[in-house]
């Protein structure tokens, strides 16, 4: 297992725009997806943004064309560039390494959660 750790997350007004970064010491070398969550006060966990080792991307509904997830290869490193944030935005956001298929590293689902990032989202 490896700590992951989230950061730059912020208090920002409506319409702003935060940049969030994921550091996972082998994700690149063991070929690790890597999905970004959020979860509000008082909600479920949901899934929010993933990156596979080919550079593919989705997302959730509610935040597509203001989101976007990207990766950094040499520093085992993904972010999520946040645009257009809204009230509904404010979460405490993780990230998780996952194993697309049986052909990746077992390691990839191996990660667990890190501490997590605070976005607050004020009008």
């Known amino acids: 297992q490896v700590q992951l750790m989230e950061s730059g997350g912020g208090s920002v007004q409506a319409g702003g725009s935060l940049t969030l970064s994921c550091t996972a010491p082998?994700?690149?070398?063991?070929?690790?997806?890597m999905r970004w969550y959020r979860q509000a006060a008082g909600k479920q966990r949901e899934w929010v943004s993933t990156i596979s080792t080919d550079g593919s991307t989705t997302y959730t509904e509610s935040v597509k064309g203001r989101f976007t997830i990207a990766k950094d290869k040499a520093r085992d490193t993904v972010y999520l560039q946040m645009n257009s944030l809204k009230l509904e935005d404010t979460a405490m956001y993780f990230c998780q390494t996952y194993r697309p298929t049986i052909y990746e590293s077992s390691r990839c689902d191996s990660n667990g959660w890190g501490q997590g990032t605070q976005v607050t989202v004020s009008s």
């Open positions: 082998g994700f690149t070398s063991d070929n690790c997806g």
